[in-house]
């Protein structure tokens, strides 16, 4: 079975896990950190358009509903 997959490789030391466990879990958390600056952005850009649009918007909810 060797012969087939020689790029697998798990270790008998268990200990050899350790580093790559805690490279994924500041990898993660770095991760999940920069979904939610870009969620906020995101947000904080919503609101900025909102704002300065709201007249048009609200002349086009107008005209929507007439129709």
């Known amino acids: 079975m060797y012969l087939f997959m ?6 008998e030391d268990k200990a050899e896990y ?3 466990v805690i490279s994924f879990v ?6 999940g950190i920069a ?3 870009f969620y ?3 947000k904080k850009d919503e609101q900025e358009f909102n704002k300065k649009y709201e007249k048009r918007l609200k002349e086009s ?3 929507k509903s007439e129709r």
Do not use: E, G, N
């Not at 020689?6 to 270790?11: A, D, G, R």
């Open 61 to 63: 909810a107008k005209a």
């Open 35 to 37: 979904m939610y600056l």
């Open 6 to 11: 020689p790029f697998l490789y798990f270790p």
């Open 40 to 42: 906020r952005k995101s």
């Open 18 to 20: 350790i580093p790559a």
């Open 26 to 31: 500041i990898f993660m958390t770095l991760a």
